[in-house]
């Protein structure tokens, strides 16, 4: 057998030096090498696609893996955690905190389900661009009242979120109810989160203090709608989000 020599030269790089038969057998060893990797690439090529996880997961796997409860949580404690980091280092100003929204509770609202839901029956009525609007204009519309609610808590030198064991449940869909101390408070926030699952389970309403977003949002667009109709409405949208 060949011999692998290595020392260290006075620059304090390392130098490999090999016996010819180690040069011979290492030539050897990539020829092979790109030999199966090229062999591989053939055979992957003519596999089909593996699909998403998510996809092919059953409703008893996935709420074992992904339980709607658990994300609920997930949601609310990145959040307020983000949130106290935010004002232990003096940084919560009104702009931190539509950043934090944008990046941390945004991303799980089902925005579409929402504004869907809130339009009920006239939208179908709407072109997709249309619907783009109302969904960009909830969009804003959350980013302001979660800013505002965030931001009204001062301090937070201790958050305490617990999940009520109860999870409602049908089909894709979940009802959670989150209890939430802020700082000792004797007096805890209850939300209740309805959510939906596709590839991983959403936030497509809010209800704090008895009061529904989404309810919220159809009353001002039903009476609006009722007065003045669905066109006079897109066109408040669009001077609102201008």
């Known amino acids: 057998m060949g011999t692998i020599y290595l020392y260290l030269k006075k620059n304090g790089k390392m130098k490999i030096i090999l016996s010819k038969s180690k040069k011979v057998m290492l030539k050897r060893l990539i020829i092979i090498l790109a030999i199966v990797h090229i062999n591989l690439a053939f055979a992957m090529d003519g596999m089909p696609t593996m699909p998403n996880p998510a996809q092919i997961m059953n409703d008893s796997v996935a709420d074992i893996i992904d339980p709607p409860n658990t994300a609920a ?15 232990k280092s003096g940084k919560a100003t009104a702009e931190n905190i539509k950043t934090l929204i944008k990046i ?3 991303p799980s609202i089902a925005m579409d389900v929402s ?3 809130a339009l009920k029956k006239h939208w179908g009525k709407l072109n997709n661009d249309q ?3 109302f969904q960009r204009y909830i969009s804003h519309s959350l980013m302001k009242d979660y800013a505002g609610i965030l931001g009204s808590y001062e301090k937070l030198d201790s958050v305490s979120i617990s999940v ?8 894709n869909k979940a009802i959670v109810k989150l209890i939430i101390t802020l700082n000792n408070d004797p007096k805890p926030i209850n939300i209740t989160l309805k959510m939906i699952r596709s590839n991983q389970w959403r936030v497509y309403d ?6 529904s977003l989404v309810k ?5 667009f039903n009476s609006h709608i009722k007065r003045k ?10 001077k609102k989000l201008k």
């Open 164 to 171: 009520n064991p109860k999870v409602k449940r049908k089909d």
């Open 206 to 211: 809010v209800v704090f203090s008895g009061v």
């Open 115 to 117: 504004t869907e839901l």
């Open 229 to 238: 109709g669905i066109d006079s409405l897109v066109a408040k949208i669009v």
């Open 216 to 220: 919220n949002y159809a009353a001002q």
């Open 104 to 106: 941390k509770l945004l």
């Open 73 to 87: 949580l997930n949601i609310m404690v990145n959040a307020l955690s983000s949130l106290k980091e935010l004002r």
């Open 131 to 133: 619907k783009v609007i």
